[in-house]
C-alpha cells in the first residue's frame, strides 16, 4: 500500500495506467475490504485489509488482482493471531488496518490491534519477501511490537502509514481520536521504532472528539502530503467518514491546508466525500498515483467495498480526486 520505494512506485503506475480516465476504477469480483492497503509486486497488486472477527481468528486479510480491475480472495496471513497480542490488548478480535511497505527486498506488514473506542493498543509488525500466497518462501515472520498506547496517554497506537523521507529515514505517522496524528521515527532493517521519544504531533481537529484517523503521507514534488480520514467510520451508510489532506515541506511537517490553516489548529483541505450511492469514504492508501479506501455503498446496503481513484495533482501542487 504505503512503499515510497521507487522499484514499488513505477510498477503501481503501470499496473493502474488504465485509470488514467480519472475518477473510480470499475472493479469486479471480491472487492469487501476495509482500510485497504494496495501495493504492487512483479506485476500483480495485492490489498492487505481490516480482519474480520468471524474468519482466521479476525487475522488481516489478503486480495489480489492482475490486471487492478478484478479481485480475487487469497487467504489471511496466519490462521490465528500471535499469542502475545491478547496479553497486550484483552479482547482483541480482530486486527486492523494493515500498512504495507517494501526495503532491501523485504516487505514489511505493519498492522493495529485495539478495541473499538479504547487507546489501550498496539501496532505490531511482520516481515516477509513476497506478497505472493502462491510463492514457495512467502511467510509472514512475526517482530512483535512497534509502538503501544496505555489508557494513561494522550494517543491511540493504531492506523499505521509508513513514508521515507528525503535521505531515506524511515517514519511512521499514526493514531486516531485522543490528541490526534502522532509521528515516530523507525529503523531500517528491523522495521521497529529508532527511538523511544515522545512521538511527534501532526494533525488535530482541536474540537472533540477529536475525529482524525488513519493518516497516510505522500512525496510528491519535493513536498509531503498528510492524507487524514475525519468524522464517523464503521456506521455504515450512517457513516460521515471524509478524506482531507495537507502539505508540507518537510516529512515531519508542519502541514497546512490551502487556506495555510495548520493541521494542527484543525486545519484540512477536503479531498474526497460521500457522493450518491458511495457513503463515508476512507481508510485510505497511495500506491503510485491510485488513491485505495473503503466506503459504504447504499445499493449494497451498507456494505463496505474497496475503491480506487485517480489521484491527480492540480496547477497548484495539491492532489485532487473525484468519483
Known amino acids: 500500500m504505503r512503499?515510497?520505494?521507487?522499484?514499488?512506485?513505477?510498477?503501481?503506475?503501470?499496473?493502474f495506467a488504465a485509470c488514467s480516465s480519472g475518477g473510480a476504477?470499475?472493479?469486479?469480483?471480491?472487492?469487501?475490504?476495509?482500510?485497504?492497503?494496495?501495493?504492487?509486486?512483479?506485476?500483480?497488486?495485492?490489498?492487505?485489509?481490516?480482519?474480520?472477527?468471524?474468519?482466521?481468528?479476525?487475522?488481516?486479510?489478503?486480495?489480489s488482482s492482475t490486471d487492478g480491475s478484478s479481485w480475487r480472495y487469497r487467504g489471511e496471513v496466519w490462521p490465528e493471531?500471535?499469542?502475545?497480542?491478547?496479553?497486550?490488548?484483552?479482547?482483541?478480535?480482530?486486527?486492523?488496518a494493515p500498512e504495507l511497505i517494501e526495503h532491501d527486498g523485504t516487505w514489511y506488514l505493519y498492522y493495529s490491534a485495539?478495541?473499538?473506542?479504547?487507546?489501550?493498543s498496539v501496532i505490531a509488525l511482520a516481515t516477509n519477501e513476497t506478497l505472493d500466497p502462491d510463492?514457495?518462501?512467502?511467510?509472514?515472520?512475526?517482530?512483535?511490537?512497534?509502538?503501544?498506547?496505555?489508557?494513561?496517554?494522550?494517543f491511540n497506537a493504531i492506523d499505521p502509514g509508513v513514508a521515507v523521507d528525503g535521505d531515506g529515514q524511515p517514519w511512521m505517522s499514526f493514531g486516531s481520536f485522543w490528541s490526534g496524528?502522532?509521528?515516530?521515527?523507525?529503523?531500517?532493517?528491523?522495521?521497529?521504532?529508532?527511538?523511544?521519544?515522545?512521538?511527534?504531533?501532526?494533525?488535530?481537529?482541536?474540537?472533540?472528539?477529536n475525529a482524525i484517523e488513519a493518516p497516510y503521507i505522500v512525496e510528491h514534488d519535493g513536498e509531503y502530503f498528510l492524507f487524514v480520514s475525519r468524522d464517523s467510520c464503521c456506521r455504515g451508510l450512517?457513516?460521515?467518514?471524509?478524506?482531507?489532506?495537507?502539505?508540507?515541506?518537510?516529512?515531519?511537517?508542519p502541514y497546512v491546508d490551502r487556506d495555510g490553516v495548520s493541521l494542527l489548529e484543525g486545519g484540512g483541505t477536503l479531498l474526497l466525500a460521500a457522493d450518491g450511492d458511495r457513503v463515508g469514504p476512507g481508510g485510505q492508501s497511495v500506491a503510485g498515483d491510485t488513491l485505495a479506501l473503503h466506503y459504504y455503498d447504499r445499493r449494497l446496503d451498507g456494505a463496505f467495498q474497496l475503491a480506487l481513484v485517480e489521484l491527480e495533482w492540480d496547477a497548484e501542487g495539491w492532489p485532487v480526486a473525484h468519483w
Open 3 to 15: 512503499s515510497v520505494v521507487a522499484l514499488v512506485a513505477v510498477a503501481s503506475l503501470t499496473a
Open 25 to 63: 476504477r470499475e472493479l469486479t469480483g471480491d472487492r469487501m475490504t476495509h482500510d485497504p492497503a494496495l501495493a504492487v509486486e512483479d506485476g500483480t497488486s495485492y490489498v492487505y485489509s481490516t480482519g474480520s472477527e468471524t474468519v482466521a481468528d479476525g487475522n488481516i486479510q489478503v486480495r
Open 81 to 96: 493471531k500471535p499469542e502475545w497480542l491478547d496479553e497486550v490488548v484483552p479482547g482483541v478480535s480482530n486486527l486492523w
Open 114 to 120: 485495539s478495541t473499538f473506542g479504547s487507546n489501550l
Open 135 to 154: 510463492a514457495a518462501e512467502y511467510e509472514w515472520v512475526d517482530r512483535g511490537p512497534v509502538i503501544s498506547s496505555a489508557r494513561s496517554d494522550d
Open 181 to 209: 496524528i502522532r509521528m515516530v521515527p523507525l529503523e531500517w532493517p528491523t522495521g521497529l521504532r529508532a527511538d523511544a521519544a515522545e512521538p511527534l504531533r501532526l494533525a488535530d481537529r482541536q474540537l472533540p472528539p
Open 238 to 253: 450512517e457513516s460521515t467518514y471524509n478524506i482531507a489532506v495537507g502539505r508540507a515541506g518537510e516529512i515531519t511537517g
